[in-house]
């Protein structure tokens, strides 16, 4: 097996590392906090740690390095054969409350890879996300990819380093849809790009880069679009619905 590039001698063991890295990642980290994430494979005597750097000058809130190597971690070697080394499921829909959660390439619904997640709240309640993988590596260049609902009911919440929410809602139930939207600086990372101002129904993708002929040996995830939804009955997050909802997705978007 090919594995340059990685940090380990196999694809299981890749995933199960980076895995981990992003699991010891944690909103509630303060600037200059560190914690344990896992063992050196490198050196396998020393501990991976993790420090939360939120004005890192490459645009990763955390940093990963050895306490005895010193050997850095980056996040951007994991690339999409690695991401899909994973359990999912293919849908060609997601039902919500509010509709129905479609995956279109130029207009047409096409089928999408599907796992689920369950993110707990500081409280102990827990909110179960849909996250939505799309694999654009047969897509070419200006092909349009999008995933949201029918209908134009999504409004603006909130962002962050490389994701932004957009919510819809009634009298006692919220809906999310969180997509992908890293820095520009960083779109050469990746073979699409972000539609400026993503619409009321949903998030809009245009493929920039050939994706068969794109080099991914050194960026995070450059030929998967990942999202995530998930709705919570807002009267079970009281008093900050919005917030938590916002926090439960923006956990899975990275």
Known sequence: MNTDGMYTDSLEKEIALLTKLHLSWDYRMKAGDIKQACECPCCRSGIILTQYNPYNSCGYAYRHYCNQCGKEYDIGRLRSNVFFHRPYTVQKRL???????KVKVNGKPVEFRFRNGTYTTQQGRPIRVKLIDI??????????????????????????????????????????????????????????????????????????????????????????????????????????????????????IY
């Open 135 to 252: 694999d654009v590596s047969n897509l070419k260049t200006d092909d349009h990819v999008f995933c949201g609902l029918d209908s134009p009911l999504f409004h603006y919440s909130d962002g962050d380093e490389r994701s932004v929410v957009y919510v819809c809602e009634d009298d006692t139930t919220m809906l999310g849809i969180c997509g992908y939207e890293p820095y520009e600086w960083e779109y050469k990372n990746h073979c699409f790009e972000p539609i400026q101002e993503f619409g009321p129904d949903g998030c809009d993708y245009k493929i920039t880069a050939e994706p068969s002929s794109f080099d991914e040996t050194r960026f995070y995830k450059s030929k998967v679009i990942c999202l995530a939804v998930a709705w919570i009955i807002k009267d079970e997050y009281y008093p900050e619905p919005e917030t938590e909802l916002f926090l439960a997705l923006t956990e899975f």
């Open 95 to 101: 039902v919500t409350p509010f509709g129905e959660i």
